[in-house]
């Protein structure tokens, strides 16, 4: 089967975009891909010479299958750009594989995609996959099922994104009908909750928390790593939606992951503590006051 479709989103940071397209050419797979680029337009004049250098910068791309490049005149945001590409690309070729510029793959990240995406296909309860590990725990099997979407490195099918609803309110009220959203925060240990209220009453625009809170309310299920193939190298101040700091590192798996159908389907309960584990530890009280105190101590005052 000719590997799923490559869905990359760039804007302005040419340097990060060129660290990705290095990692992914460095995956045999990416020779017999198809590298779709959504390039969204400057959100002013100060961003137009940047996101110029990144409309140059992909345009001089090789190595894949081929090469697409959309390039808004207007800025779309992330949300709205993520929304609308990864409908299209579906539409067209039944599933995709979707990356951000800030992301660096591993090695072998495409082989491990595509064959989650073939071993999965038609199954389905299981909407997403998710190549990312940044808990670290020692205690996660190499592959996984869980009630979480991840957005660093992710594919999913045709089937699946037809679930999504971008109605952050219908979502909230049947999450609080159902009174599910204690589970959906891990137990309490991270706000997701409050980030999809945030989403409703627009003090951010994220898609990634309603496609998480849609395929929760459906019971259905994330196939996830316990060895990284994807490292967020955003974490810098640069982009949108990613401040300073290590607390969502990877390290990287640089060997092949196998990829086994797990049986039956159904959420893996273990995986499930270790994430509420994970961000009860980096999201508690006192885990925010140290964190704090050490942007103060460095002058990073802004974030």
């Known amino acids: 089967m000719e590997p799923a479709p490559i869905l990359l989103f760039v804007y302005n940071r040419v340097g990060h975009t060129r660290d990705l397209i290095e990692s992914l050419r460095r995956n045999d797979e990416a020779a017999d891909s198809r590298l779709i680029i959504y390039c969204d337009g400057p959100k002013d004049e100060k961003d137009q010479a940047a996101v110029n250098e990144v409309r140059e910068f992909v345009h001089t791309i090789q190595g894949f299958l081929s090469v697409e490049i959309i390039e808004s005149e207007y800025n779309q945001g992330l949300a709205n750009s993520v929304i609308a590409g ?31 995406l073939t071993i999965y296909e038609n199954e389905p309860r299981v909407g997403h996959i998710q190549a990312c590990d940044f808990t670290k725990d020692p205690s996660l099997p190499s592959t996984f099922l869980i009630k979480w979407t991840g957005s660093w490195g992710w594919a999913t099918w045709k089937r699946a994104w037809q679930l999504f609803n971008p109605d952050g309110a219908q979502l909230l009220h049947e999450l609080e009908q159902r009174k599910l959203t204690r589970q959906f925060d891990f137990n309490g240990n991270y706000p997701f909750t409050r980030m999809l209220r945030r989403q409703i009453a627009g003090q951010n625009n994220s898609w990634a928390i309603r496609w998480n809170a849609s395929l929760f309310l459906k019971d259905v299920l994330s196939l996830n790593v316990g060895r990284s193939l994807v490292n ?25 992951l196998p990829v086994e159908k797990i049986q039956p389907i159904e959420e893996n309960k273990e995986a499930r503590e270790a994430f509420a584990r994970y961000y009860h530890k980096t999201n508690g009280f006192w885990a925010k006051v140290r964190r704090r105190l050490k942007r103060t101590i460095r002058g990073d005052f802004g974030r």
């Open 86 to 116: 990864v409908t299209q690309v579906v539409n067209n070729y039944g599933r995709v594989i979707v990356l951000e510029d800030d992301l660096i793959v591993a090695p072998y990240f495409l082989r491990f995609m595509n064959e989650a």
């Open 232 to 256: 967020n190298n955003g974490f810098d101040g640069s982009g949108t939606n990613c401040g300073s700091g290590d607390l969502y590192q990877s390290n990287l798996w640089l060997e092949p």
